[in-house]
């Protein structure tokens, strides 16, 4: 019995299957991803994060100068300061020679 060679052990036709795998590749990889995907709903998610990361970074450089702002008072620092300098000026008169 002479070997058929577009033929497996088990009968198949080598040349059959790849038709289908290449069928299959070529029509089902294109129409099963964008059955699944909402592309409408993928815009509008995208919309949705760009404007929060916005106001995000919006919020957060508005924070920055009130955090501090309500966590200093300018009086008592100019207090501080006027202390130190009285003292600085003090200390500066007695080491002179």
Do not use: L, P
């Amino acid at each position: 019995m002479a070997k058929q060679t577009n033929k497996t052990a088990s009968g198949t036709s080598t040349q059959h299957v790849k038709q289908q795998n290449a069928q299959a590749s070529k029509n089902n990889f294109g129409t099963e991803f964008a059955s699944e995907t909402n592309v409408q709903e993928v815009k509008q998610q995208n919309a949705q994060a760009a404007a929060n990361k916005s106001q995000n970074a919006q919020a957060s450089k508005n924070n920055f100068g009130t955090e501090f702002a309500s966590e200093t008072s300018a009086q008592e620092v100019r207090q501080q300061n006027a202390q130190a300098q009285a003292k600085k000026n003090q200390n500066s008169g007695k080491y002179q020679g």
